[in-house]
């Protein structure tokens, strides 16, 4: 099946420094990938769309300063949340769309917490 | 409105009846459908994506889909306790990459 394996887990920085997650394909290649913040007890909210190659699509609202997207190859995709502040806390996940029996496959997510 | 909407619960269901989930959504050029299970704390993780008009069965899971009537649903027959997870709905529109999911569902099976 099609894995997404996203990088790390969970991680905890301090108030203005820099936290970097990683989200790769496993068994295919994506295109595309997408990146979702989720509030404890809400949904998930997309946050930006990852393009391998080009620029990344935010949605409205989200600061694309903050929250800097690279899509350097088919497997990687990385999200860099810059001068992170505590309400930056949350679950991170990225997807890819992975054929269609399989859909979109998520990462495992990671948890920020930021003091 | 909403593009999906889905009833937020909470669904209890005693162990071993049949749980349904139900999704409306809006656009009527969506192509794709899928619902996925979330457990707290965890990413979501698809259970079953259905394209076409009818039932799709997967071991205890089934999805409904009925494009006329902008629905789509989910049968999970003898529950179980570890069916306990909010089950998100997620549509995919013709053109668009982008997966609109719906809020959650959250389910409970009570033993």
């Known amino acids: 099946g099609a894995v997404v394996s996203q990088h790390p887990s969970w991680v905890i920085c301090k108030s203005g420094t820099s936290v970097k997650i990683e989200c790769r394909s496993l068994d295919f290649q994506a295109t595309t990938m997408f990146w979702y913040r989720q509030f404890p007890k809400q949904s998930l909210m997309l946050m930006a769309t990852?393009?391998?190659?080009?620029?990344?699509?935010?949605e409205q609202g989200v600061e694309k300063d903050k929250f800097l997207i690279n899509h350097a190859s088919l497997t990687l995709s990385t999200l860099t949340v810059t001068s992170a502040h505590p309400e930056d806390s949350s679950f991170y996940i990225c997807?890819?769309?992975?054929?269609?029996?399989?859909?979109?496959?998520f990462g495992s997510g990671t948890r920020l917490t930021v003091v | 409105q909403k593009e999906v909407e889905q009833n937020s619960g909470p669904l209890s269901v005693p162990e071993g009846a049949i749980a349904s989930l139900n999704c409306t959504y809006s656009d009527r050029g969506s192509q794709s459908f899928f619902w996925y299970r979330q457990y707290s704390g965890k990413s979501p993780e698809l259970i079953m994506s259905?394209?076409?008009?009818g039932d799709k069965e997967d071991g205890r899971f089934t999805a409904q889909l009925n494009k006329a009537s902008q629905y789509v649903s989910l049968l999970i027959r003898d529950s179980q306790p570890s069916d306990s997870a909010t089950y998100l709905c997620a549509v995919k529109q013709v053109g668009n990459e982008k997966l609109t999911f719906g809020t959650g569902t959250r389910l409970t099976i009570i033993p």
């Open positions: 990852s393009n391998e190659g080009s620029k990344a699509t935010y």
């Open positions: 997807s890819a769309e992975s054929g269609r029996d399989y859909g979109y496959t």
């Open positions: 259905i394209y076409s008009n």
